[in-house]
């Protein structure tokens, strides 16, 4: 049996906004085809950003299933700030596994990143900031309300004192067809 290298498969993406779209749209076809429950299908994959740092691109990205900032290298052939990957679980070819969590600086901040990985931009860091988006009605409110959770989680969340932005009334089924009889 041959030894296999550990490693991290960072892709270049000239334009880390429209490469999270197309990579994230492609997901979005994929689960639809499964006809997973989960979609909001009011909202689209859109990306904001990037803000760039350290060596980092950060994205804020809205998709259909969840709401998340995105991590990706300058140089992905010399990502900085991480983790060797020998010391990170592989798969079998050697590629650092999908879901494993890994520690970032960003902006003089530690960051606890969920590693994650799609053929089209290779490996990149997601910061979950929403994991379900049933709640929204368009996309535009979607992105509002990460821009603010992310500011939020950055320290700079409005007023001294304020708390988070709420997040989004989830209505259950049984309100639901309460409101539609007109029962309370």
Known sequence: MSHVEPRWDFHPVPDPVAGLEAAYQGI??????YGNPRLNERLEVRAEGPETREGWHRVLLVTPW???????????????????????????????V??????????????????????????????????SMGA???TEEALGWARERAAHRDGQGGAAGASAPA??????????????????
């Open 28 to 33: 979005h076809f994929e689960l639809l085809a």
């Open 66 to 96: 969840t709401a998340m900032r995105v991590y990706l290298p300058q140089d992905p052939a010399h990502p900085s700030g991480l983790p060797e990957p020998g010391s990170l679980e592989v798969e079998d070819d050697g590629r650092v």
């Open 136 to 138: 929204f009605q368009d």
């Open 98 to 131: 999908t879901g494993c969590e890994v520690e970032l600086v960003f902006d003089g901040a530690v960051r606890a990143l969920e590693v994650a990985h799609d053929p089209r931009v290779g490996h990149h860091l997601t910061e979950t900031l929403l994991p």
């Open 167 to 184: 997040e989004p009334r989830r209505v259950s089924r049984r309100d639901l067809f309460r409101g539609l009889l007109g029962r309370r």
